[in-house]
């Protein structure tokens, strides 16, 4: 693992207000990737967290039981002012984080656009913690794209935001080389860490202006979107090889699945063998007492699946339960799925 500023590029914004004591801060995040994050923050003595923003608490699930964000539980857990504004461009919201005085804001995966009345309001910007290797996998889901895109490193970088999107000059960036093998919640465990390691290592030069930072390279950048539950139906029209990085990059959300004559099948692990003779993409096929998904190149081995709605099972015991599948093809996705 490597981490570091940029080189050749400017230094960081002008001293803040510091020597009085620890720098006032405000973190905006929402999801598991950002409460190590806030835990380094909350307990670093160079910042004093005035308040957490966070995403609101939403009905969830069948039982459509309240659901807090995972940073919201964190925050309240260590005793952090608490704010959860439904809209985070509102005056409402503006003015209520004006009014705590913030001098450094810190963001980790939140899910909102900041306007530019909260980015310009700390005098010593905004920093972000983005898990992927900017300006590559900019967007909302560099962990998956990572992985289904079959990256050889991963790892994070801390800009200075702007009002793009992960668009801000790089301060300073970790990253490792990847085994193949990795799932997302790993991934991204990995990530959630080295971010926050990373952000407490570069935070007294971001403070004292010595920091170096250095614009994105534009040419190289790429674009996530958030998930949506059609992008984990697999294409046996891509090879087994990248289906197989989908299954791994698409766990949990939005969950890798084909349509059969039995209904949706969710696939949690898989593995590629060598396409069969006779193989046709799409159709499903026994494989050393496993099912497999025929595709244009190579087999992709259902190693546990389930199907929708009941428990998952190890490949064998899955095809002992479902021989009559073998033989039959996968169903085409209705035409508005791609819309």
């Given at each position: 693992?490597?981490?570091?500023?940029?080189?050749?590029?400017?230094?960081?914004?002008?001293?803040?207000?510091?020597?009085?004591?620890?720098?006032?801060?405000?973190?905006?995040?929402?999801?598991?990737?950002?409460?190590?994050?806030?835990?380094?923050?909350?307990?670093?003595?160079?910042?004093?967290?005035?308040?957490?923003?966070?995403?609101?608490?939403?009905?969830?699930?069948?039982?459509?039981?309240?659901?807090?964000?995972?940073v919201a539980e964190r925050a309240d857990a260590i005793g952090v002012p608490l704010l959860q504004p439904p809209r985070l461009r509102t005056p409402e919201a503006i003015t209520d984080i004006q009014r705590r005085r913030p001098e450094l804001a810190i963001l980790a995966d939140y899910g909102q656009i900041v306007p530019r009345d909260i980015l310009e309001l700390p005098a010593l910007g905004m920093l972000n913690i983005h898990p992927s290797l900017l300006p590559r996998h900019r967007g909302a889901s560099p962990i998956q794209a990572t992985i289904a895109d079959g990256d050889a490193r991963s790892g994070v970088t801390i800009i200075e935001m702007d009002e793009g999107i992960d668009t801000g000059p790089i301060v300073a960036v970790t990253e490792w080389a990847l085994t193949g093998d990795e799932r997302a919640p790993e991934l991204e465990r990995r990530a959630a860490r080295a971010g926050a390691e990373l952000l407490i290592k570069v935070l007294d030069s971001w403070l004292d202006q010595s920091a170096v930072i250095e614009p994105q390279e534009v040419a190289r950048a790429s674009v996530t979107r958030p998930l949506r539950r059609e992008d984990g139906r697999l294409d046996?029209?891509?090879?087994?090889?990248?289906?197989?990085?989908?299954?791994?990059?698409?766990?949990p959300w939005p969950g890798a699945f084909v349509e059969t004559n039995d209904g949706r099948v969710i696939v949690h692990e898989a593995s590629v063998a060598e396409s069969g003779p006779s193989d046709a993409p799409g159709q499903l096929v026994e494989h050393e007492r496993r099912l497999a998904l025929a595709t244009h190149h190579g087999r992709l081995v259902l190693e546990r699946a389930q199907r929708e709605g009941r428990e998952a099972t190890a490949g064998e015991d899955f095809l002992r339960?479902?021989?009559?599948?073998?033989?039959?093809?996968?169903?085409?996705?209705?035409?508005e799925a791609g819309r």
């Open positions: 693992m490597t981490a570091g500023p940029g080189a050749g590029g400017q230094p960081g914004p002008a001293p803040g207000p510091t020597a009085d004591g620890p720098v006032r801060t405000i973190f905006f995040g929402s999801g598991t990737f950002a409460v190590p994050t806030l835990d380094a923050l909350a307990s670093d003595p160079r910042v004093q967290l005035v308040a957490v923003v966070t995403g609101p608490d939403r009905p969830a699930g069948r039982g459509q039981a309240v659901s807090r964000t995972p046996p029209g891509r090879s087994a090889e990248e289906l197989e990085r989908r299954v791994r990059a698409y766990d339960g479902h021989r009559r599948l073998v033989g039959s093809r996968i169903k085409a996705p209705p035409p």
